[in-house]
């Protein structure tokens, strides 16, 4: 009967732990400085632990007065910006928002963004719900690497 206890509130607890963690991890969500009035981009590595696909749907925050999904692709020669429904992140993968690809667009930000400030981005997804991130302000360096 004592092992049986033990058992179950090994279990119970095991459940508790796993029901507080949401199935998509955001790593390393970092923004480009901006000026106020001005645009800026946020980037980040989406990961996707469901076994099946998820979908980034909306993105918003206190920092700009419009927030979009936005993906950069080559068109003619020249890198053209367009809005996007939603970005997939596949099941049990991952998906990089970097620049020169997809990210969230800040338009018409309300305070300046300055290397090193900190500012929350709450994140909607398809099955996952809200997830909320502290993002970074940083500098890209050369190479595309941002420091």
Same mark, same amino acid.
């Given at each position: 009967?004592?092992? @049986?206890?033990?058992?179950?509130?090994?279990?119970?607890?095991?459940?508790?732990?796993?029901?507080?963690?949401? &199935?998509? /991890?955001?790593?390393?969500?970092?923004?480009?400085?901006?000026?106020?009035?001005?645009?800026?981009?946020?980037?980040? /590595?989406?990961?996707?632990?469901?076994?099946?696909? $998820?979908?980034?749907?909306?993105?918003?925050?206190?920092?700009?007065?419009?927030?979009?999904?936005?993906?950069?692709?080559? =068109?003619?020669?020249?890198?053209?910006?367009?809005?996007? &429904?939603?970005?997939?992140?596949?099941?049990?993968?991952?998906? *990089?928002?970097? !620049?020169?690809? @997809?990210?969230?667009?800040?338009?018409?930000?309300?305070?300046?963004?300055?290397?090193? $400030?900190?500012? !929350?981005?709450?994140?909607?997804? =398809?099955?996952?719900?809200?997830?909320?991130?502290?993002? *970074?302000?940083? =500098?890209?360096?050369?190479?595309? /690497?941002?420091?």
């Amino acid at each position: 009967m004592r092992s @049986l206890m033990v058992f179950l509130a090994l279990v119970l607890a095991v459940a508790a732990a796993s029901a507080g963690q949401s &199935p998509v /991890e955001v790593k390393n969500p970092w923004a480009r400085p901006g000026t106020r009035g001005g645009n800026s981009a946020v980037y980040m /590595e989406i990961h996707n632990a469901q076994p099946q696909a $998820d979908h980034l749907v909306a993105a918003g925050t206190d920092v700009a007065q419009t927030v979009e999904l936005h993906e950069t692709r080559m =068109e003619g020669g020249m890198h053209r910006m367009r809005q996007v &429904p939603s970005i997939e992140v596949p099941a049990g993968g991952k998906v *990089e928002l970097r !620049p020169g690809g @997809l990210h969230v667009m800040l338009i018409r930000l309300t305070t300046p963004l300055r290397v090193g $400030d900190r500012f !929350p981005l709450i994140l909607r997804f =398809e099955r996952a719900g809200r997830i909320t991130v502290e993002v *970074e302000v940083r =500098e890209q360096a050369a190479g595309g /690497e941002h420091r």
